[in-house]
């Protein structure tokens, strides 16, 4: 679809649809993270062509209520956060999509899609720390190995668990069926493999947070009010894939676009413990052929931690 824009078309939209940066002001306050970077990322601003409209939305502490703060061409968006105004008060979210209108996130609007979100929500008290660092370290190693999925492009820790990115070509609307089907496959197969992490008990998939492909996601750099922390995010790599290579590698019912469950995964302990401990061999592997860990030693030690823990040893032996 949106190929068969033309120049005018394009340069009309845009017209109807500028960008109006914030405005600066008395105690400005700036997400707390390089917002322009990962929006930048997402929506591969350095292929501006045929771009939609991103929604800043903002949900004051304490209530419901989702407030819209602008609609900001996807191109632009980056610029545009670094730039936004933001409160201890507030929780504020972007749209996971691009739309063809501005000031929505329904999916009837839908324009483009730019990657596929996966959120693994933490129940109970907030996470500390060292069980974030565990759980991510653990999801970045397990997913390839024990999952057969790709590493994920981004990790975001919102506060209250993870959000999952993996960065897609930009796909018009049409393809959100694709999209549905292998946001889904994601979504279930990173559940049974929670199911099998002993250290995981307490994490589960939203299901609802994949299946909303035009749904919002919260902004990095910006704080949590149920948490009480700054929601943060690290880059592991920006290297695109197709939606549509994804789409053929998940099994699905024939024209509903949906994941068949019993097609996904089921991982035992005793498979995860298999995987901790080819973890375990080769992190000693590798600390008898480096001889230099000068800067590194905190962090080596804890992802050997790590594995020893995903090899099924107690927290005391590991």
Same mark, same amino acid.
């Given at each position: 679809m949106n190929?068969?824009?033309?120049?005018? #078309?394009?340069?009309?939209? @845009?017209?109807?649809?500028p960008t109006k940066y914030p405005i600066e002001q008395e105690k400005h306050n700036s997400p707390n993270a390089d917002v322009k970077t990962f929006a930048n990322l997402i929506y591969a601003a350095d292929y501006p062509e045929y771009k939609g409209l991103v929604t800043v939305v903002r949900r004051h502490k304490g209530t419901t209520t989702m407030q819209t703060v602008a609609s900001v061409p996807a191109e632009h968006l980056g610029e545009w956060l670094a730039q936004m105004h933001v409160t201890t008060d507030a929780d504020y979210y972007i749209t996971k999509a691009q739309f063809s209108e501005a000031q929505t996130w329904d999916s009837n609007k839908l324009f483009a899609l730019n990657a596929i979100w996966v959120d693994?929500?933490?129940?109970?008290?907030t996470s500390s720390f060292s #069980?974030?660092?565990?759980? @991510?370290?653990?999801l970045i190693h397990a997913l390839p190995e024990l999952a057969s999925l790709p590493i994920p492009n981004v990790i975001i820790c919102s506060g209250r668990g993870f959000h999952l990115v993996w960065l897609i070509e930009q796909c018009a609307a049409e393809l959100a069926f694709m999209h549905r089907a292998v946001s889904h496959y994601y979504g279930e197969t990173i559940q049974n493999l929670l199911a099998g992490l002993k250290f995981a008990k307490y994490y589960s998939v939203d299901t609802g947070y994949c299946a909303n492909i035009a749904g919002l996601t919260r902004i990095p750099g910006t704080f949590n009010t149920h948490s009480n922390t700054y929601c943060t995010y690290e880059i592991l790599h920006s290297r695109r894939t197709l939606l549509t290579e994804q789409y053929d590698t998940v099994e699905y019912r024939s024209g509903k676009g949906r994941v068949s469950s019993k097609c996904c995964c089921h991982f035992t302990s005793s498979a995860v413990q298999t995987a901790g401990t080819r973890r375990v061999n080769a992190l000693l592997t590798l600390l008898q052929l480096r001889s230099k860990w000068e800067g590194y030693r905190?962090?080596?030690l804890f992802a050997l931690f790590s594995a020893?823990?995903?090899?099924?040893?107690?927290?005391?032996?590991?």
């Open positions: 190929t068969l824009w033309t120049k005018e #078309e394009k340069d009309a939209f @845009r017209a109807r649809h693994i929500d933490a129940h109970g008290e #069980e974030t660092e565990r759980m @991510r370290s653990l905190d962090s080596f020893y823990q995903m090899a099924g040893y107690s927290d005391e032996d590991a």
